[in-house]
C-alpha cells in the first residue's frame, strides 16, 4: 500500500486537472492549457499500479504501450541517442525517463476509457510509437492505445457470424480521380444473392478518412454482434472520405459562436482546422458514390431504405446535406456534431413525413445541452427523435461508438 500513497497526495491536483479538461464550458485559453498540462506532468510523477498489460491495439509481440487499472498508459521505446523522449497524449507531453539500456520509460495521468490517439516526441521531432499499429487521425497516420472500457462487451470480437469490411475503389468524375470508400456488407449477404438491404453512409469527423469507422470505431463488430443478438436488421454500411478534391477552402476563419441549432463554434487562427467545402463531397455522394454502390451492391435503392450519420464534421455534413436531399435519405445521425432546430426546417409536415427519425447524440463531457433541447422541440412538433449521452466521455471514439450501437437498432423498422 506504501506505493500508492503519493497518488492519493496528489489527488486533488489530478482531479483538478481532469475536471477543468473535461468540462463542457468554452474552449480553454493557452495559459489555461499550459497550466493544465503542468498539473497532469506533475500528476503522473506518482508511482502507478503495478498490473500494467499490453494495450489490445498494439503490434504482435510487444509488450508497450500498457495499460493499468488506473487506466494508465505506459510508454517505452527504445532511442539510446536522443536527449529528450516524450509521451504526447491527451494534449500533454509526459516526459520519459533514460534508462541504463537505452530505453526511454513513463506513465501518463488515468486516461478516459476507449481509444486514443498518441504520439511519441524525440528531441522536438513527434513519431508514431514503433510498438503500436497505425491509425489515420489529426491529419496523419499515428499511434493508438486502447483503455479497455466497462462496455466494450458490444465490440467485442465473439464467435459470431461476422460480415465482411471491402475496401471499394470508384471512379469519381467530379473529382478526375479513383477515390475509396468502405463497404461493411452483413454476415448473410452471401448467402442469399436475392436478398436486398438498406444501407446506412456514415461519415469520419475532421482530419480522418474513410479508415475510421472500420478501424477506431469498430463498425464491423458492432453491426456483427448487434445481427447476431437480434437487435438490429442486417443492412449496408458505406464509410467514404469527405475529403475529396475541391474540399479544403484555404485557411482558417476567425472564431464564430456556436448556432443555436447546437453546432458547436469552429475554431480559427493558426491553429484552428482549414476551412472546408462540404459542398464538394455532397456532389460526389449524391450524383457518384450513392449511384455507384446501387448499381454494385444489392441495396434497396428509395429513401425509404436510405441513412446517413456521421460524428463532429460529419455530423454537420450530415445535417446540410440531408436537410437539403430529404428526398433521399429518410435517417439522420449527428453524433457530437450538432443537430437539428425546428427553425431549420422549413416544411414541418413534410419533414415528418419524409424523415424518419432523428438521432442525435454527445458524449457526457461535451456541449450538449442544445442538442437535447433541440430533440425535445422536434418530439414536441411530432418529428420521431432521440438524444442518446455517453456517460463519462468527452468529444472521443467511446463516445461515437456508443452512439453507433444506440443508433442502428432505430434504423429501417418500417
Not at 528531441?123 to 486502447?146: C, H, I, K, M, T
Not at 425509404?304 to 464534421?313: E, K, Q, T
Amino acid at each position: 500500500m506504501k506505493r500508492l500513497l503519493p497518488i492519493f497526495a496528489l489527488a486533488p491536483l489530478l482531479l483538478g486537472f481532469l475536471v477543468t479538461a473535461q468540462a463542457p464550458p468554452g474552449m480553454p485559453t493557452a495559459a489555461e492549457r499550459e497550466a493544465q498540462a503542468k498539473a497532469a506532468i506533475e500528476a503522473a510523477k506518482a508511482p502507478p499500479v503495478e498490473d500494467f498489460k499490453p494495450s489490445s491495439l498494439n503490434q504482435k509481440g510487444k509488450e508497450f504501450p500498457a495499460v493499468n487499472s488506473q487506466r494508465r498508459i505506459r510508454a517505452r521505446v527504445v532511442a539510446p541517442d536522443a536527449h529528450s523522449v516524450a509521451l504526447d497524449i491527451g494534449a500533454v507531453k509526459y516526459p520519459l525517463t533514460k534508462g541504463e539500456d537505452g530505453a526511454w520509460v513513463g506513465a501518463s495521468i488515468p486516461q478516459d476509457e476507449g481509444f486514443h490517439y498518441y504520439q511519441i516526441v524525440v528531441d522536438g521531432a513527434q513519431v508514431p510509437d514503433p510498438n503500436s499499429l497505425y491509425f489515420y487521425g489529426a491529419s496523419r497516420w499515428g499511434s493508438g492505445v486502447e483503455v479497455p472500457a466497462s462496455d466494450q462487451d458490444f465490440y467485442a470480437l465473439k464467435n459470431v457470424p461476422h460480415g465482411q469490411l471491402r475496401e471499394t475503389p470508384f471512379y469519381s468524375k467530379r473529382s478526375d480521380a479513383v477515390l475509396r470508400c468502405f463497404v461493411y456488407t452483413p454476415p448473410d449477404y452471401e448467402k442469399n444473392p436475392a436478398k436486398r438491404y438498406p444501407v446506412l453512409y456514415l461519415q469520419h469527423g475532421g482530419g480522418e478518412d474513410e479508415t475510421g469507422w472500420g478501424s477506431q470505431g469498430k463498425t464491423g463488430l458492432i453491426m456483427d454482434n448487434l445481427i447476431a443478438a437480434g437487435k438490429t436488421k442486417p443492412f449496408i454500411i458505406v464509410m467514404a472520405s469527405s475529403y475529396v478534391p475541391g474540399a479544403q477552402m484555404g485557411p482558417p476563419r476567425t472564431p464564430a459562436p456556436a448556432a443555436q441549432s447546437g453546432a458547436p463554434a469552429r475554431p480559427a487562427g493558426a491553429g484552428g482546422m482549414p476551412r472546408f467545402n462540404f459542398s464538394a463531397f455532397e456532389r460526389v455522394l449524391l450524383d457518384e458514390l450513392v449511384p455507384f454502390i446501387d448499381a454494385n451492391f444489392r441495396t434497396q435503392a428509395d429513401q425509404p431504405h436510405r441513412a446517413m450519420a456521421g460524428l463532429s464534421m460529419g455530423g454537420m455534413q450530415t445535417k446540410q446535406i440531408t436537410l437539403a436531399n430529404l428526398d433521399k435519405f429518410s435517417h439522420i445521425g449527428i453524433f457530437s456534431g450538432g443537430s437539428i432546430a425546428t427553425s431549420d426546417i422549413t416544411d414541418i409536415d413534410g419533414f415528418k413525413k419524409s424523415v424518419k427519425l432523428v438521432f442525435v447524440s454527445y458524449g457526457s463531457r461535451e456541449r450538449g445541452a442544445s442538442g437535447k433541447a433541440n430533440v425535445e422541440a422536434l418530439q414536441q412538433a411530432g418529428v420521431k427523435s432521440v438524444f442518446y449521452e455517453s456517460p463519462e466521455t468527452a468529444h472521443e471514439w467511446l463516445s461515437w461508438r456508443r452512439s453507433l450501437y444506440q443508433f442502428a437498432p432505430l434504423l429501417f423498422l418500417e
